[in-house]
């Protein structure tokens, strides 16, 4: 099946630093692939997504690459917020079944 | 749009007894997925409803089953329940199935504890 490595954390950055988590997958096919976020207490919701090689998902400043090559999705932030402190979630899926990885928590100090 | 509900938002129950958790999917999403997230194991798919059939299950034993009715809203039930079954059941629906790209939208979770 499929299978999602994830860097672990906790991650400790300052404001405005530079974001970068690490995530590999093996999948069957050419899945879609995902990264969502989980504010403390709440649900996950959809950061950005790309369905197919080549493809930068990006939103709220937040991009990754689909790389079929080195099938890797890995998250970039040029200056993270205190607000972006939340655990992130890789997750390629396909016909409505997400495989997560482990979650890799952000925290961000002022 | 309302998004995703869920109903408990909290649970407490004791071992050997069995919950019902229920999920309102958003207006016109006719496929509901269901996941279990825990501390040890982190987040793993239970199962996707979609026209009130059983499309896909993951690897869960038995004791965890669901239903999804005529109006999409969607049941899990979890019988004799074990401490290990404590965790976060979050309910996800998307609007088509079958596809590689399809966004799923969270609910808020119920928050199940086995005593």
């Known amino acids: 099946g499929d299978s999602v490595t994830q860097m672990e954390g906790p991650v400790t950055l300052s404001e405005e630093a530079f974001l970068t988590i690490n995530c590999t997958y093996t999948?069957?096919?050419?899945?879609?692939l995902f990264w969502y976020v989980q504010y403390p207490g709440e649900g996950l919701q959809l950061l950005l997504k790309?369905?197919?090689?080549?493809d930068k998902g990006s939103n709220k400043g937040f991009e990754a690459t689909y790389r079929k090559e080195t099938t890797s999705f890995h998250l970039e932030k040029g200056s993270v917020q205190v607000s972006d402190s939340a655990v992130y979630f890789c997750?390629?899926?396909?016909?409505?079944?997400?495989?997560f990885g482990t979650g890799t928590q952000l925290k961000v100090e002022l | 749009k309302a998004g995703v509900t869920q109903t408990p938002r909290y649970l407490i129950k004791t071992r050997g007894q069995q919950v019902t958790l229920s999920c309102s999917p958003i207006?016109?999403?006719?496929?509901v997925s269901w996941y279990q997230q825990t501390p040890g194991q982190g987040l793993q798919f239970l199962f996707e409803?979609?026209?009130?059939?059983?499309?896909n299950k993951g690897n869960f034993p038995g004791r965890f089953s669901g239903r999804q009715f005529s109006n999409s809203r969607s049941e899990m039930n979890v019988s004799t329940l074990e401490l290990g079954d404590s965790a976060l059941y979050l309910c996800?629906?998307?609007?088509?199935?079958?596809?590689?790209?399809?966004?799923?939208?969270f609910g808020p979770g119920t928050r199940l504890t086995v005593l």
């Open positions: 996800a629906s998307s609007a088509i199935t079958g596809a590689t790209s399809n966004e799923q939208f």
């Open positions: 999948a069957t096919g050419y899945p879609s």
């Open positions: 790309a369905t197919k090689a080549d």
């Open positions: 997750a390629p899926g396909g016909g409505n079944k997400l495989t």
């Open positions: 207006s016109g999403h006719r496929s």
């Open positions: 409803y979609f026209s009130e059939t059983q499309r």
